[in-house]
């Protein structure tokens, strides 16, 4: 067996025990362990662009090109997570080390995640997953709203576990074997000896779509999203919302599309209504919110919608689509978090009305915000543009159109909220009589071009990428 | 004769009261035990399953030992959070969470 | 395969399982449900011993016994004011809980039912603990690594929430 393959998840494990030890020798400014953790994560980046191809214990493990573009999302998401954590940890009271390190476990189980062809190990994972971001979410010990939110999470994130495992449980019955690709062979004999399968499939896919919607915050499993987003810590709030999101994702597609996509018409349509009903309700609602970190969190929930579109194609450039977007929505929605820092650790405030005369204040950081709002939108040329075109032509493909009438309604909707906060900067004045400049950290500074990058140079050249999702989706094929 | 249904279905009623346990608890203690008593119902499941499906092979136990120790795992940080905010925050109530709030 | 003996037994800790299970969301004192829960959990052990899996038996008394209830029953005394019985222990949501509950209930018992499960008439496996132990090393030693990574992080997470600074 090639154990080579799990080099970059075991790298990036190591060093994570490697920053809790240099954590428990170092007596004062722990914060510059971010810098530490951040050389571990462009280390793991390269281990996973050179890693090798392969499948290791008999499919529990795939190392693919599935797995290393989600592996890119995960590390890239982390690498501008921990950037800028850096300002913020300054101010925390206590253990900003085994900050740096809960992060880089969780990241681990995200990659574990992508990789699984097994649904314990896959389990596993999304528990490896979860149980740091339920510490981080909680880690302003002295905020009750902090506490609260690493509380909610943590309930909600056993609830649903206990709905996927009641599905995966059913499976396993079904089948006898937990392996993906087993369960897919003994389902397809069973059909062809027998003619049908059992209600219980169907009700297996009920329960596990509501478990991942839980950890995916689609319509109707989103009441937890708000309250979580707003109490934790911002940067933990980006992480939540792209990479954990891209895991929920990654974790959905490896399951469905590698054991059940023979059986999509028993999910997809129920797929299809709960994206539509992400995407209406997540916009409505994002409009009602005046402080940006709410916003954000329902404007995360229209956006799973979208992504969900790929999903109901169920065919390979659906998936490719889903990779794109995902990849896309990443820079453009971290890189909203990383202004909204930026301006919460200069001014203190989370509220968009006083985003009013951000453009005098600090034109670069407005029109910074301006690209990822624009991005967020799909106004073109922008990566999010692309990413949507991807998406829709997909569901046009197989023939849902009325998905993508759905879709572009409320992409109108979110035009209105998204352009509201570009208004405040351009168009209202400061209430300050003598707005200070908001002052911009290198580290944040760097956060923000490599997000600003990634939404222009995706928007104009999608194809340096799009090829990559396109060889990520073939996985499914065979 | 016991058969397996006999057991999905004492493991659906566990199932179940977990979840109505999850929605109506108050405060987080209750909801966390109301969320064991559904890791509990799933193995059953399994545990069942594997009876009676793989009575040779033993995925369905050992999926059981998993989520017995990511059960404990949880409960920990569960029980660590709930005690943070009991000492930082005494005056606020811990006993008022709604899983149902939209 | 099992006779009548069994049969009573089961339906004894069926009544047991359901009964605690019953109490541990209903009653008003939040400590009287833990001691409740460790009946159901006693419950569920018995349930593994006839479905003869020994091991997992051991397993959940040690565990869930003798490790997460007794937490929880820690938890409940440090936060005192928690288990006066003054304090109302359910939310309005009583009744669409119930209602959503027991449709799900009639759904999934329904669904379950209609379906023919491929059951094997072969003799259940009898050294369970030699071989659980043979799997986790072989098989499944990628979650079984994943898993103590997941008990590292839970480990220094609750270290890091309860600790006082």
């Known amino acids: ?166 599905g995966i449980s059913l499976i396993f019955g079904l089948t006898g074997t937990t392996f993906l690709k087993e369960i897919k062979t003994v389902l397809i004999v069973k059909y062809l000896a027998t003619g049908e399968i059992g209600p219980a499939l169907i009700l297996s896919f009920i329960f596990m779509i509501a478990g991942l919607g839980f950890k995916l915050a689609l319509v109707p499993f989103h009441m937890w999203v708000p309250d979580v987003y707003e109490g934790a810590p911002t940067p933990i709030t980006a992480f939540l919302s792209v990479a954990s999101k891209a895991a929920g994702i990654a974790a959905f597609l490896r399951i469905f599309f590698r054991a059940f996509l023979i059986f999509q018409v028993d999910w997809v349509l129920l797929i299809a209504v709960l994206a539509s009903l992400a995407m209406i309700i997540g916009n409505i609602i994002a409009l009602l919110q005046t402080n940006i970190k709410r916003m954000l969190a329902y404007s995360s929930i229209a956006q799973i919608g979208y992504i969900m579109i790929g999903v109901v194609s169920a065919s390979a450039t659906g998936v490719s689509s889903v990779a794109f977007y995902t990849f896309v929505y990443m820079f453009a929605n971290m890189g909203a978090f990383i202004t909204a820092i930026t301006f919460s650790n200069s001014t203190g405030s989370d509220e968009i009305k006083d985003y009013a005369g951000l453009s005098r204040r600090s034109p670069a950081l407005a029109a910074m915000m301006a690209v990822f709002m624009l991005s967020l939108v799909g106004i073109p040329p922008l990566a999010g543009f692309m990413g949507k075109y991807y998406l829709f032509s997909s569901a046009i493909e197989q023939g849902y159109i009325w998905l993508v009438v759905v879709a572009i309604l409320t992409s109108v909707i979110s035009l209105y909220y998204y352009l509201g906060v570009v208004r405040q900067m351009y168009f209202q004045n400061s209430i300050d009589e003598n707005p200070q400049a908001i002052t911009v950290s290198p580290a944040l500074r760097t956060a923000l071009i490599i997000s600003v990058i990634g939404v222009l140079l995706f928007g104009i050249f999608p194809h340096i990428f799009l090829n990559l999702a396109n060889q990520a989706a073939m996985v499914f094929l065979y | 004769m016991i058969g397996l249904n006999h057991f999905l279905t004492l493991s659906t009623i566990l199932f179940c009261i977990g979840i109505f346990g999850v929605l109506t608890r108050r405060n987080a203690i209750g909801i966390l035990m109301s969320i064991e008593l559904m890791f509990n119902a799933v193995n059953i499941n399994f545990v069942a399953f594997s009876r009676f499906v793989t009575p040779t092979a033993l995925v369905g136990q050992i999926f059981a030992i998993f989520i017995i120790t990511i059960a404990a795992a949880e409960a920990t940080v569960g029980l660590a959070i709930v005690l943070l905010i009991y000492r930082n925050f005494k005056g606020i109530n811990v006993d008022n969470i709604n899983i149902m709030k939209w | ?113 209609k379906t023919t499960w491929k059951l094997s008439s072969q003799a259940p496996e009898t050294q369970t603990v030699a071989e659980i132990g043979k799997l986790l090393m072989t098989t499944y030693v990628l979650p079984f690594e994943i898993v103590s990574v997941v008990l590292l992080s839970a480990l220094i997470g609750a270290i890091v929430i309860a600790r006082r600074d």
């Open chain 3, 1 to 113: 395969m099992l006779t009548g003996v069994s049969e009573a037994v089961y339906y004894i800790l069926a009544a047991i399982i359901i009964g605690s299970g019953v109490m541990v969301v209903s009653m008003k004192n939040i400590f009287h449900s833990a001691l409740f829960l460790v009946l159901c959990f006693f419950g569920v052990a018995g349930i593994y011993i006839l479905l003869s899996a020994e091991f997992i038996a051991a397993v959940q008394v040690l565990i869930y016994v003798g490790a997460i209830t007794i937490l929880m029953i820690f938890a409940i005394m440090l936060t005192a004011r928690l288990y006066s019985a003054q304090i109302k222990q359910s939310n309005e949501q009583v009744v669409p809980g119930l209602i959503i509950v027991s449709a799900l209930l009639v759904i999934t018992i329904f669904a379950l039912s």
């Open chain 1, 1 to 166: 067996m090639n154990y080579q393959l799990l080099l970059p998840e075991t790298f990036l494990f190591l060093w994570a025990i490697l920053i809790f030890v240099v954590d428990f020798f170092r007596k004062e400014k722990k914060y510059n362990l971010a810098y530490l953790a951040l050389l571990g994560l462009i280390i793991t980046i390269i281990l996973v662009v050179i890693s090798q191809k392969g499948d290791l214990f008999g499919g529990m493990f795939h190392g693919d090109s599935f797995a290393t573009f989600f592996n890119l999302i995960f590390l890239i998401t982390g690498f501008l997570t921990i950037l800028s954590s850096v300002e913020y940890t300054k101010k925390l009271s206590s253990y900003p080390g085994e900050y740096f390190g809960l992060i880089l476990l969780s990241m681990v189980g995200m990659m574990f995640l992508a990789s699984a062809g097994e649904l314990l190990t896959l389990y596993v994972s999304l528990e490896l997953t979860t149980i740091p971001l339920f510490v981080l979410a909680a880690y302003r010990k002295d905020d009750f709203k902090s506490s609260e939110a690493g509380l909610k999470y943590l309930i909600l994130g056993g609830m649903s576990s206990a709905l996927l495992l009641f």
